[in-house]
T-cell receptor, first 114, second 113 residues
Framework: AQSVTQPDIHITVSEGASLELRCNYS??????LFWYVQSPGQGLQLLLK??????LVQGIKGFEAEFKRSQSSFNLRKPSVHWSDAAEYFCAVGGGTSYGKLTFGQGTILTVHP | NAGVTQTPKFQVLKTGQSMTLQCAQD?????MYWYRQDPGMGLRLIYY???????DKGEVPNGYNVSRLNKREFSLRLESAAPSQTSVYFC????????????FGPGTRLTVL
């Protein structure tokens, strides 16, 4: 069965600091990996996705993520955080045989201090 | 182009009451999904529809039924609501399964008393 673990429930950073959100997955085949962001009271918006090819993927809002198969990880990074990045972030995994069914992590809440 | 829309936005039910959550997408997507979101548990798949005319159970289907009315619409029904069904419900759609991005609606916040 596929699973996703986001070890950090809550992270606080100062505006302008760098950010890394951790995501570890379990999946028996080549995974499809996603990062979504959810602002309070809103639906989820896709930040970036990995299917194949270059293991460093660029997304919207200056985010990037690196797929490391040997570590079963797909960590999200941003070099300089803005106050508007405060939100909840979800990592998700899917695969070909699961036909679009995504398994989400528990989420990481990001707080940004001015 | 509204994307994925959901109605209602908020609902309060008493235990045992029934209701239907509506979802529609205007992106001509084949696949549609219903999730529930609970604090600290991420999103969990309730039901999905890979294509018009098909539906399948997800991770937490008990207490729910779905109808894929047509390609655009996918409804979720609670026949006899229970307090454990208090949650935020999200509908999503994608062009088809596999690696395609899922687009999410704004959610329905449901409270069962």
């Amino acid at each position: 069965a596929q699973s996703v673990t986001q070890p950090d429930i809550h992270i606080t950073v100062s505006e302008g600091a760098s950010l890394e959100l951790r995501c570890n997955y379990s999946y028996g085949a080549t995974p499809y990996l996603f990062w979504y962001v959810q602002s309070p009271g809103q639906g989820l918006q896709l930040l970036l996705k990995y299917f194949s090819g270059d293991t460093l993927v660029q997304g919207i809002k200056g985010f990037e993520a690196e797929f490391k198969r040997s570590q079963s990880s797909f960590n999200l990074r941003k070099p300089s955080v803005h106050w508007s990045d405060a939100a909840e972030y979800f990592c998700a995994v899917g695969g070909g045989t699961s036909y679009g069914k995504l398994t989400f992590g528990q989420g990481t809440i990001l707080t940004v201090h001015p | 182009n509204a994307g994925v829309t959901q109605t209602p936005k908020f609902q309060v039910l008493k235990t045992g009451q029934s209701m239907t959550l509506q979802c529609a997408q205007d992106m001509n997507h084949n696949s549609m999904y219903w999730y529930r979101q609970d604090p600290g548990m991420g999103l969990r798949l309730i039901y999905y529809s890979a294509s018009e005319g098909t539906t399948d159970k997800g991770e937490v289907p008990n207490g729910y039924n779905v109808s894929r009315l047509n390609k655009r619409e996918f409804s979720l029904r609670l026949e006899s609501a229970a307090p454990s069904q208090t949650s935020v419900y999200f509908c999503a759609s994608s062009e088809r399964g596999g690696p395609n991005e899922q687009f999410f609606g704004p959610g329905t916040r449901l409270t069962v008393l």
